[in-house]
C-alpha cells in the first residue's frame, strides 16, 4: 500500500486516502480488545482463579508490577503491546505463510500425498489432530520449512541500525545506519542450495536435516536471527504446524479446474500472494470428528 505521506512527509497532516484515520481507527480498537482481556486476567488474579490457566499475559502479569512505569511507559501499555505484538506478527505470519504452503502443495500433488500418508500413518482417521502429535510430523515439518525458505513472511528483515562505524562483510557501514537483510535472496542462493527455486520438502530430510530456522543457521533466517528476532517465533511455529496438520488431515484438498495455482507474488511489508487463493475441500474423516460442540 503506497501511503503519499511516507515519501512526502509534510503532507501528513492532509491524509490523503484516509489511510492515516484508518490506522488510528484500527488501533483504537486493537487497544479496546487487548484492554478487556488484560482486564479479565486481572480480575482472575486478584481472585485467585487464575491457577492451572495461565497464559503469556498472566506471565507479563507477575513480571511487571501494576504501578511501576518503565521508559516512561506503565506497566498496562507494554503488558498490552506486548502480548499484541506477539498475537499480529504470528497471526500474520500464519495466514500469509499457510495460503503459500497451500499454493505450493497444490502445485505438487505427489508432497500433498506424501504429507497426508504420514498424518494417516501416525494418526489415522479415528480422531483429530492433537499439538502432541507434531514431533513424529517431520515431513510435514519439511514442508513448512521449504515454504519459509521459497517465501519467507516477509522477503525483508526488520531494519536495525548500526550503533557505531563497522565494516560487514567488506563493505562500510557508518554508524546510524539503517540496514536490511534480503531473506529472499540469501534463501535462494545457489551456492548453498541445489535447484534453490524448486520446492522440495526432501532437502530438510537429508542435505539439510539439520537446519533449523530459529536464527541459528544464517543461510534460514525468516524470523531473523541475534537478540531482536521475532518474539513470535515459537507461537507461530505452534499455530502453523498445527493448522496446516488439521486441514490436510481433515480434508482432501483440489484446485478448482487443471490450472496451476498463480505463484506471482505482491510488493509489500509481507510476502502476499497476488492473486486470492481458491480451493475446493472435501472431507475426508467420518462425519462426527467434524462436530464442533
Not at 531482536?228 to 490436510?248: D, E, I, K, W
Request: aromatic share 6%.
Amino acid at each position: 500500500m503506497f501511503v503519499v505521506s511516507d515519501a512526502l512527509p509534510f503532507l501528513r497532516w492532509l491524509d490523503l486516502g484516509g489511510a492515516e484515520k484508518a490506522m488510528k481507527r484500527t488501533a483504537k480498537n486493537l487497544d479496546h480488545a487487548v484492554e478487556k482481556w488484560l482486564e479479565e486476567h486481572k480480575q482472575k488474579k486478584a481472585s485467585g482463579t487464575a491457577k492451572g490457566e495461565e497464559d503469556f499475559m498472566d506471565l507479563m502479569l507477575s513480571v511487571l508490577d501494576d504501578g511501576k512505569e518503565l521508559s516512561n511507559r506503565s506497566a498496562d501499555t507494554i503488558n498490552k503491546a506486548t502480548c499484541l505484538t506477539l498475537i499480529l506478527a504470528a497471526s500474520d505470519t500464519t495466514s500469509v505463510t499457510l495460503t503459500w504452503t497451500l499454493s505450493l502443495l497444490l502445485n505438487n500433488h505427489e508432497v500433498l500425498k506424501k504429507a497426508q500418508d504420514e498424518l494417516d500413518i501416525h494418526i489415522g482417521r479415528e480422531r483429530q489432530v492433537k499439538e502432541s502429535d507434531m514431533k513424529n510430523l517431520v515431513y510435514l515439518q519439511a514442508i513448512i520449512k521449504e515454504t519459509f525458505r521459497l517465501y519467507p513472511a516477509a522477503p525483508l528483515s526488520v531494519p536495525h541500525e548500526s550503533m557505531e562505524e563497522c565494516t560487514v562483510g567488506g563493505y562500510h557501514i557508518p554508524a546510524g545506519t539503517r540496514l536490511f537483510t534480503n531473506l529472499s535472496k540469501i534463501h535462494r542462493d545457489p551456492q548453498v542450495w541445489s535447484d534453490p527455486d524448486e520446492f522440495q520438502p526432501e532437502r530438510f530430510l537429508t542435505t539439510h536435516k539439520d537446519c533449523d530456522f530459529r536464527g541459528q543457521h544464517f543461510e534460514l533466517i525468516p524470523f531473523g536471527s541475534g537478540r531482536r528476532m521475532c518474539p513470535g517465533v515459537s507461537f507461530a511455529l505452534q499455530v502453523l504446524n498445527l493448522a496446516l496438520a488439521t486441514l490436510l488431515h481433515g480434508f482432501d484438498i483440489e484446485t478448482l479446474d487443471d490450472a496451476p495455482i498463480d505463484m506471482t507474488e505482491t510488493g509489500g511489508i509481507t510476502n502476499i500472494k497476488a492473486t486470492p487463493l481458491e480451493a475446493l475441500l472435501t472431507p475426508r474423516l467420518s462425519p462426527g470428528l467434524y462436530d464442533l460442540q
